[in-house]
Nanobody
Framework: QVQLVESGGGLVQAGGSLRLSCAAS????????MGWYRQAPGKQRELVAD???????NYADSVKGRFTISRDSAKNTVYLQMNSLKPEDTAVYYC?????????????WGQGTQVTVSS
């Protein structure tokens, strides 16, 4: 079972920046994909960005050009650098790992970290 621990959330003014971290309990190169999702009150959880084991990345249109996903294999950590934050970015941000284990795909989630952007 992959364990994920997020950190880095907080309160920031519009236009500011935050960096989220997601530390995994095993090598991130062995994991098919790791991603960041977010869920605002009353809304469905949505993909923000993800990164595959081969290095390819994918972003939601709403964050392209503002957010960057990256990884540090030595630390088994994936990051989400968030710049030019907007009030609509306010949400709980979750880290997810998609992993092929025991002949099936499994999704593992972190506990979430709150990001609040004030106007």
């Amino acid at each position: 079972q992959v364990q994920l621990v997020e950190s880095g959330g907080g309160l920031v003014q519009a236009g500011g920046s935050l960096r989220l971290s997601c530390a995994a309990s095993e090598s991130i190169f062995s994991i098919y994909a790791m991603g960041w999702y977010r869920q605002a009150p009353g809304k469905q959880r949505e993909l923000v960005a993800d990164i595959r084991s081969g290095g390819s990345t994918n972003y939601a249109d709403s964050v392209k050009g503002r957010f960057t996903i990256s990884r540090d294999s030595a630390k088994n950590t994936v990051y989400l650098q968030m710049n030019s934050l907007k009030p609509e970015d306010t949400a709980v941000y979750y880290c997810k790992a998609k992993h092929f284990v025991a002949s099936r795909w499994r999704d593992y989630w972190g506990q979430g970290t709150q990001v609040t952007v004030s106007s």
